[in-house]
């Protein structure tokens, strides 16, 4: 006989912590605004498959079973210390389900990553909420509904100030090309990324959210790439973090990877958290463009790591420089939207040369500003345009090339229909913006970035 897993609901507030759900825990909702969250709508799902409104694993197999749910950006009216989260999930033996939330800061950066009823790291007038499920590899947890209450917070507590804490880490080499990332990346070869041991700083695919700063000290290069997975050796080890928030090994110095403790000094039985004997003392891996090209390591070793969205929460998007000489998909945008707002014939060929520059001075003398050929903040306001399912031309084409680069695949048409609507959904609520579907100007800074 089937033995049937009952539905149960888990309320998770100050002094809860989101467990398997086996039995059902009350818990008083404190004083201020709750909603019911939509679990589809707008959301980034990664191996989710999605019933009715519920959503579960889609590949068990993937991971043990391992999915997330990324859910759109809710905009309060008060700001909030503490997001609580009431859950109806099933989750047979040796599944789970966490709900973890971030806030935005008034400058419009983002916090770290924290579980639901547990203090935000600093007041936030806006929260975004990612579900994980796991899995066992046999059976996989669902969940059908989550209601959140933002508690009213008093008194705003700032962002933490000060320099982004750099620390000496062993990095190993991740390969796996073809393979997937804990975001739902697809790793192609010699690509540029890192993975963590804690999903305290996992960017959501395709954004920079979260990015060290890794420096080779053998040979000082340096290369900035963002947090697409979760890893080496465990997966709640934030060690970047003080001990009163890390979720893990409390003990340890601050800076010391759970994996190097136990490779080092036989912490924990020389064992991660997995029960694995740990075979380095990995703190970071990286991808291999990162590895070989970015910082020129030829073997696994030791690095500095800065974790820039430690100190004061994860810098907003800014408009970028572009200027002749430069290469890439921004300079393939301002092409674009340069053809779009003076019908420049230029080749949107991603390489800013002299007929590039020539274009931009022009636009910028119409614009009665200073023509320097530099594509900065006042040049990039005037250019960009807002647009809507239903428009048409190169700007539109810029938009649907952006999201193919930021992995969000998109047939460049020049037309935004009803798939580039969605796919620019996808992409807001990965970035943390409102799910709008239409080009402002936050959503193009985050485009160009």
């Not at 019933?51 to 079973?65: I, L």
């Not at 053998?218 to 050796?233: F, I, Q, Y």
Request: aromatic share 6%; with cysteine; charged share 15%.
């Amino acid at each position: 006989m089937r033995r049937l897993i009952p539905l149960v609901t888990l309320a998770i507030g100050v002094a809860t912590q989101l467990i398997p759900v086996a039995t059902s825990v009350a818990n008083a909702e404190p004083a201020g605004s709750a909603w019911q969250a939509d679990l589809v709508a707008d959301a980034v799902p990664t191996n989710l498959a999605r019933q009715s409104g519920a959503v579960t694993v889609d590949d068990p197999d993937w991971r043990q079973g391992y999915a997330t749910d990324l859910l759109a950006v809710h905009t309060l009216d008060h700001v909030t210390d503490r997001i609580d989260a009431q859950v109806s999930a099933r989750t047979p033996a040796g599944t789970s389900v966490d709900v973890d939330v971030r806030g935005r800061l008034s400058d419009r950066s983002w916090t770290e990553w924290v579980p639901a009823g547990t203090p935000l790291p600093a007041a936030a007038s806006a929260v975004q909420t990612r579900i994980t499920l796991q899995g066992n590899g046999s059976a996989s947890p669902t969940v059908s509904s989550l209601r959140l209450t933002a508690n009213r917070s008093t008194a705003a507590r700032p962002a933490a100030a000060g320099t982004p804490s750099t620390y000496r880490v062993y990095a190993t080499r991740e390969g796996l090309v073809g393979a997937t990332t804990a975001n739902g990346h697809t790793i192609t070869s010699r690509d540029h990324f890192v993975a963590l041991p804690s999903g305290k700083a996992l960017s959501p695919k395709g954004t920079t959210t979260y990015s060290v700063k890794l420096c080779n000290p053998a040979n000082n290069k340096c290369e900035v790439a963002p947090v697409w997975d979760v890893g080496p050796w465990n997966t709640k080890d934030d060690y970047w973090n003080p001990s009163s928030v890390r979720q893990s090994w409390k003990d340890l110095p601050q800076g010391k990877p759970e994996a190097q403790a136990a490779y080092q000094d036989h912490y924990n039985g020389g064992k991660d958290q997995y029960n694995r004997t740990v075979g380095n003392p990995a703190g970071i891996d990286l991808a291999d463009g990162t590895f070989w090209d970015g910082l020129g390591l030829k073997d696994n070793g030791w690095v500095e790591v800065t974790y820039q969205w430690t100190g004061a929460g994860t810098p907003a998007p800014t408009w970028p420089y572009v200027r002749q000489g430069d290469k890439g998909n921004a300079v393939k945008t301002v092409q674009y939207l340069l053809n779009s707002r003076q019908s420049a014939g230029l080749s949107p060929d991603g390489d800013f040369g002299p007929a590039t520059l020539a274009a931009v001075k022009t636009f910028q003398r119409g614009q009665s500003l200073e023509a320097d050929g530099v594509v900065g903040p006042n040049t990039w306001s005037k250019l960009v345009p807002v647009l809507t399912e239903g428009s048409t031309g190169d700007a539109v084409r810029a938009v649907q090339n952006e999201l193919t680069a930021h992995d969000v695949s998109t047939p460049v048409t020049g037309t935004f229909d009803a798939t580039t609507a969605a796919n620019l959904r996808t992409f807001q609520t990965a970035s943390g913006l409102a799910a709008s579907g239409s080009t402002d100007a936050d959503t193009w800074k985050a485009l160009v970035n």
